[in-house]
Each structure stands twice: as structure tokens, then as C-alpha cells.
């Protein structure tokens, strides 16, 4: 059975988990693979792009990318702690009115979500029990920088 995909998603991405990611975050910053990502795609220029972030966590991604010039982020997430978790964490930040938050599978999401400039996916691929279509439906959301991290 896979962590990812409703109940199971629920289950392991909980409410607990999400309030330790968000302390750690707001303690220590993005975690080193995730600052990883944040600094290639920043590399690349962000000026008004738009942002998919997928499995979006508690945003650290979407924060960075749009304190640094970004427009608009679009996190999608299936654990409904965690978007919990970002949306006050963006709030905190005064980003919530740059950020919108989609609930659910991406793929089962896919073909209603608009394509975006930067599309992300931070440890999100490794736990996905088809990964092969997130990947691709993911690309394919890709205008211009696609970054991935596999743990």
C-alpha cells in the first residue's frame, strides 16, 4: 500500500506531521534538498512567473519563489493538514493573496489545474504510486523550469 492517495495520504501526512514541518521550517528554513531546488530555480529567474508547486507542503517553496519576484503560486496537496498548515503560514507571511490551493490527487486533478511557468514536485514522486503519470502530467504543466527532488 502506497502513503500517497487518499486515506492512506490522510493517514501519514496528519496533522502531527504537518506541525512539525511547519516548526521546523519557521525554526531552520527549508530543509537541504528543498533549498536545493528553491536555489536552481531562483538561478534561472523567476520575475513574474507562475507556480505549480505539487505536494506543496507547508509552502516553503512557494514562499521563496515568490518573495523573490514570482506572481502566483498554485499549491496542490492531498493531505488536508498540510494545506492547512500553509495556508496559515502564508498568511503569517502576507501571501495568501498570491497563493491558491487545490485539494486532492494532482493527477486526478491534472486537467483542471492551468499550466504554470515553474512547476516543482519536492520529495512527492518517491511515495506516488503512479509515478510515471505524475511525472508526465506534471511536465506538462511545465512552461519554462521543471524541478523535481527525489529523496
Same mark, same amino acid.
Given at each position: 500500500?502506497?502513503?500517497?492517495? /487518499?486515506?492512506?495520504?490522510?493517514? @501519514? ?17 527549508? @530543509? ?13 529567474? $523567476? ?13 516553503? @517553496? ?23 498548515? /500553509?495556508?496559515?503560514?502564508? &498568511? ?7 497563493? &491558491? ?5 494532482? $493527477?486526478?486533478? %491534472?486537467?483542471?489545474?492551468?499550466? %504554470?511557468? @515553474? ?5 512527492? $514522486? ?26
Amino acid at each position: 500500500m502506497s502513503c500517497c492517495g /487518499a486515506p492512506g495520504c490522510e493517514r @501519514i501526512f496528519d496533522r502531527k506531521h504537518a506541525s512539525r514541518e511547519l516548526r521546523n521550517y519557521r525554526k531552520n528554513g527549508p @530543509i537541504a534538498t528543498t533549498q536545493a531546488l528553491i536555489q536552481s530555480v531562483l538561478r534561472a529567474g $523567476v520575475k513574474d512567473d507562475t507556480v505549480l508547486d505539487i505536494g506543496g507542503g507547508v509552502g516553503a @517553496i512557494q514562499y521563496d519563489l515568490l518573495k523573490a519576484g514570482a506572481r502566483t503560486a498554485v499549491s496542490v496537496d492531498a493531505s488536508s493538514a498540510f494545506e492547512a498548515a /500553509a495556508r496559515g503560514e502564508a &498568511k503569517r507571511q502576507g501571501l495568501s493573496d498570491r497563493i &491558491k490551493y487545490e485539494a486532492g490527487d494532482f $493527477v486526478d486533478l %491534472a486537467d483542471q489545474i492551468a499550466p %504554470a511557468d @515553474i512547476v516543482t514536485l519536492d520529495r512527492v $514522486v518517491c511515495c506516488y504510486p503512479n509515478m510515471e503519470a505524475l511525472v508526465r502530467l506534471s511536465a506538462q504543466h511545465s512552461r519554462r523550469i521543471y524541478g523535481l527532488v527525489y529523496p
